[in-house]
């Protein structure tokens, strides 16, 4: 029986004052603590968190949650446009998924130009995950990143231009569409996965680096990522299990308030794809 049904039945019931049965009282008196709990499980199961997924996890874990369903579940953040620079396009397909109905698809038609001080020619098709735009603001680390990936891109080495590099998540503190202190899961030329800009931007230490697990491309891959950015901050990065990259974090403030998965590499490729499925984002005490 509905719930609230119960209740309005309950609150319009007329209790008759020579009525000198102890049992109906009794009975009446059962029949409403009954159905304040019934009403309070009701409201307490039906509070809806419903901007943009982000929601409370088990154990009270702030979590923004998406299998790339519906684009609903990026409503009000940045979406890159449909043909970025003429080669780089993007959509939910039913072609290669891991899980669910559908997957985010982004691929490349066509090189763009070098990048230059001034003009970032990346090629880029991603939805942007944009915290600060909640009602609750940007995510608080430590947290867990975990993705679902299948990449198909060659990269190579270029003697007379940067190398080719993919980037498979960015993450920055910055509110604004600066995004000037980030942080990069990415992939190189040699096949495996490092993370990127660590102790500063535009650093690369580490304290762990793989040099025999690479990349497997053409299949799915889990990365979980784990993120603290608070005083002395870390992050590790593991592919199907294993420890992959691990690094010092610096120079940020302790928030996540935006990222992006997708599409996002080195001008100079033409061609290739990546599908994204099973996103989770979750804040946690520690790793």
């Not at 009525?19 to 307490?44: A, C, E, N, P």
């Not at 270029?158 to 503190?173: C, L, M």
Request: a negative charge; proline letters at 3%.
């Amino acid at each position: 029986m509905d719930a609230t049904l119960v209740w309005r039945r309950m609150c319009n019931m007329k209790y008759q004052e020579n009525d000198t049965s102890g049992h109906i009282k009794k009975r009446i008196q059962q029949m409403i603590r009954i159905s304040i709990v019934v009403v309070l499980i009701f409201l307490l199961t039906s509070c809806d968190r419903d901007s943009n997924n982000v929601q409370n996890a088990d154990e009270y874990k702030r979590t923004f949650a998406t299998s790339f369903e519906s684009v609903t579940d990026f409503d009000g953040f940045y979406i890159t446009p449909q043909n970025h620079l003429g080669t780089a396009f993007h959509a939910l397909t039913d072609s290669n998924v891991y899980s669910g109905v559908y997957a985010h698809r982004a691929w490349i038609e066509g090189s763009n130009p070098a990048s230059t001080l001034t003009t970032n020619n990346n090629h880029r098709g991603y939805p942007t995950v944009q915290f600060q735009k909640t009602p609750e603001g940007p995510f608080k680390t430590p947290c867990y990143v975990t993705l679902r990936v299948w990449l198909d891109m060659e990269l190579n080495a270029n003697a007379n231009s940067e190398d080719d590099w993919f980037s498979f998540a960015t993450f920055t503190d910055d509110k604004t569409d600066n995004w000037a202190r980030t942080v990069l899961v990415n992939l190189s030329t040699d096949g495996f996965v490092h993370l990127q800009h660590t102790t500063n931007q535009g650093e690369q230490t580490s304290i762990f680096q793989t040099s025999d697990i690479t990349f497997p491309q053409r299949q799915w891959v889990e990365l979980k990522i784990f993120l603290d950015f608070g005083e002395d901050g870390y992050a590790k990065v593991w592919q199907n299990g294993e420890l992959v990259a691990h690094a010092k974090i610096g120079n940020i403030t302790n928030q996540l308030a935006q990222a992006h998965f997708g599409l996002y590499c080195s001008p100079q490729l033409s061609t290739g794809e990546v599908f994204n499925d099973d996103l989770e984002i979750i804040e946690v005490d520690n790793e």
